[in-house]
């Protein structure tokens, strides 16, 4: 990893948090989905690799490796927790 790809560790990021609901009734669930409102940031993510995948909390991606796809995973509080190529 270079310079620019740990220079995004650390990085506070700006989310938006709504809620969801789930179900019906007595089965019905509440969660929280985090969505990235951040053009600044996704504009430096893809400066640095155009092949990227931003994951703020709760994400799942698919498992396939692209050796020159940057990850970037998000925590609940907007913060960048971890960058890897995959």
Known sequence: MNEREEALVGR???LTVTDVEYGKDENKK???RYEVVDPEFEKEVKAISSENRIFPPGTAGTMDFKSDRLNVYINKDG???MV???
Do not use: A, D, Q
Request: no cysteine; net charge positive.
């Open 30 to 32: 509440i969660y929280k």
């Open 12 to 14: 506070k990021v700006n």
């Open 79 to 81: 913060i960048v927790e």
């Open 84 to 86: 890897n190529y995959g």
